[in-house]
């Protein structure tokens, strides 16, 4: 056993990076808290989302409109539905897997579960980019886009790519450092924005059409993942003497042989689950592109009309994904914290991390939701989006729905309860299939019916998650009741922002006239919104729900910026 032992430590220091790294103390990488992780993440995601709510309107512009867009979007669905089946679940098994091994106080392991999950994705990515490429064509034919097929083909390589870079992401996050995911986040966005634009922007006036600008665009989305990766390859060489340093200090202990076939079996006994949730959500997306249009020109809807429909569906999801997108970065932050209090059979720890996941999540979601619900038509305009601003008002509180499923999925997969967590939402999915077959038929409906289908479907796992939850964290885990301070002081906030914005909007209104409705929008918007963040603030720390140890945990340096019923709150 001693010899099988020495023989791992030393295949770990032979490949382990030699680089000094820049975020050791004492052998030791940096790990960051639940709330400085969120941030961190969240700073990069909003960033990101920003970028691609830009991106939106100009990249519709060069694809002539919504109908141009719609096919750039259902290019983007198939992707996202093959790529999460090639790697949703990776940097999850990677990340809970790091996390076990780390909480035990095995860096040999934890190493070798590394490579062995960076050889696992590459088998799997390069079969998926494979197969990606051989059904361009049927699939750009079954989805009613037969415009995508270019696009699906440069786009497949992607998926290859970005199977090796979930595996790093995986690593870093189990390991509570979500600084190289954020990064290269934020300049795998740019690269891609700046990439898609430029190219369309040239095959456009090169002459090409439609099936070229697309294929242009997706050639971005694989240029901004290569970037990503090379970022946090280059992030885990720099943490090559911490590695080195945990391995020598743990020779002298006692550990248990951890075999190779043992970590592909966890990583798959992790990652299945994951992946199958994962798939089945965007196969929901996938029924969407493949139902929408054609029932919507079943209840008598023109096809061109029906697909700037879908268009403007789209772009609305576009919107959502933002803070959507912050409950992920949380979920990212969070599952480490309960996977180790779990793996160390401290139900009340865990219990009580996920309460606090839930605080961080409501304190995020309500508030955008409520936003997004009463300013809607002021959002749209100054994003220059030119569609029913009506499509976001209405999916405007899914936000916080889905964010609560998503978090509650996170929560379950720490505390292994893997299966029961995708069992719920493939029955959420399966009934938004069967009522968006009915309800996008019906002329009053039309494309909302497809929003109620969204509703019904998340609000079923929903409540079989809490319930099950309960179950397993036991009386402890009581997350209705963080609810309650962010929903009442956004409802304040709420019609304090507005009083603000209409007041301005009125007076801007007399002054210059209706020939600056652009530049009145955005005046009146920037100081009722900014408004809104600090009284939000302030009656939060009014009510108890936001307390300097709060803001403290994410950074001390940022609680003299609170407002003082924060400063004040222990």
Not at 131 to 148: F, K, N, Q, V
Request: with cysteine; charged share 15%; glycine share 8%.
């Amino acid at each position: 056993m001693e010899n099988n032992e020495e023989k791992k430590i030393e295949e770990i220091k032979e490949d382990a990076p030699e680089r000094t790294p820049s975020e050791s103390v004492k052998g030791k990488t940096k790990t960051q808290s639940i709330g400085k992780g969120f941030v961190i993440l969240s700073a990069a995601t909003v960033a990101v989302k920003l970028m691609s709510l830009i991106f939106v309107p100009v990249m519709s512009a060069l694809l002539g409109g919504d109908e141009g867009y719609a096919a750039f979007g259902a290019t983007n669905e198939v992707f996202a539905f093959i790529y999460v089946i090639a790697t949703a679940g990776i940097p999850v098994a990677v990340s809970k897997l790091v996390t076990e091994l780390t909480a035990v106080e095995d860096p040999v392991a934890r190493e070798r579960a590394f490579k062995v999950a960076k050889r696992v994705t590459a088998i799997v990515g390069a079969f998926f980019t494979a197969l990606m490429i051989a059904l361009a064509r049927p699939l750009s034919l079954w989805i009613g886009y037969e415009e995508t097929w270019a696009g699906l083909m440069c786009i497949a390589p992607t998926i290859f790519i970005c199977a090796i870079l979930s595996v790093y992401r995986g690593y870093f996050q189990g390991r509570k450092n979500m600084t190289p995911t954020a990064l290269s986040q934020v300049a795998e966005q740019i690269v891609h924005v700046c990439f898609s634009i430029a190219a369309v922007a040239i095959l456009k006036k090169l002459g090409f059409g439609l099936v070229e600008a697309v294929a242009g665009a997706s050639l971005g989305t694989a240029a901004g993942a290569f970037v990503a990766l090379i970022i946090v390859y280059i992030f885990y060489r720099r943490s090559g003497r911490a590695i080195r340093d945990e391995i020598v200090a743990a020779k002298d202990r006692i550990l248990e042989p951890v075999t190779t076939k043992s970590i592909v079996r966890k990583i798959f006994y992790y990652g299945i689950p994951i992946t199958l949730s994962s798939g089945i959500q965007y196969g929901g997306n996938m029924i969407d592109v493949a139902i929408l249009k054609n029932r919507l020109v079943y209840g008598g809807i023109e096809e061109g009309i029906a697909k700037g429909m879908y268009g403007s569906l789209i772009k609305a999801r576009q919107l959502i994904n933002v803070p959507t997108a912050l409950v992920t970065a949380l979920c990212v932050s969070i599952l480490p914290a309960i996977a180790g209090a779990f793996a160390l059979k401290d139900t009340k720890k865990a219990a009580e991390n996920a309460n606090y996941g839930f605080k961080l999540c409501f304190m995020a979601a309500v508030p955008i939701a409520g936003a997004f619900t009463v300013f809607s038509k002021q959002i749209y305009e100054i994003l220059r989006f030119n569609t029913n601003n009506l499509i976001l008002t209405a999916m405007a509180t899914s936000i916080l729905i889905t964010g609560v499923v998503h978090l509650q999925s996170s929560v379950l997969n720490s505390v292994n309860k893997l299966f029961n967590a995708t069992l719920h939402l493939a029955i959420g999915i399966a009934l938004k299939a069967v009522l968006n077959y009915f309800l996008v038929a019906i002329p009053s409906l039309n494309i909302y019916g497809a929003i109620i289908s969204t509703y019904v479907s998340f609000l079923v796992p929903l409540i079989l998650n809490a319930i099950l939850i309960r179950r397993t964290l036991g009386r402890d885990f009581r997350f209705v009741r963080e609810a309650k301070a962010p929903i009442v002081c956004t409802l304040a906030m709420l019609a304090g922002a507005f009083a603000i914005y209409f007041g301005i909007s009125r007076l801007l209104g007399l002054i210059m006239g209706t020939s600056f409705s652009y530049i009145q929008a955005l005046i009146s918007f920037a100081p009722a919104a900014l408004f809104g963040l600090w009284f939000y603030a302030f009656l939060m720390g009014a009510m108890g729900g936001l307390t300097r140890e709060d803001v403290s945990s994410v950074s001390p340096k940022l609680v003299k910026f609170m407002p003082k019923t924060v400063r004040s709150k222990k």
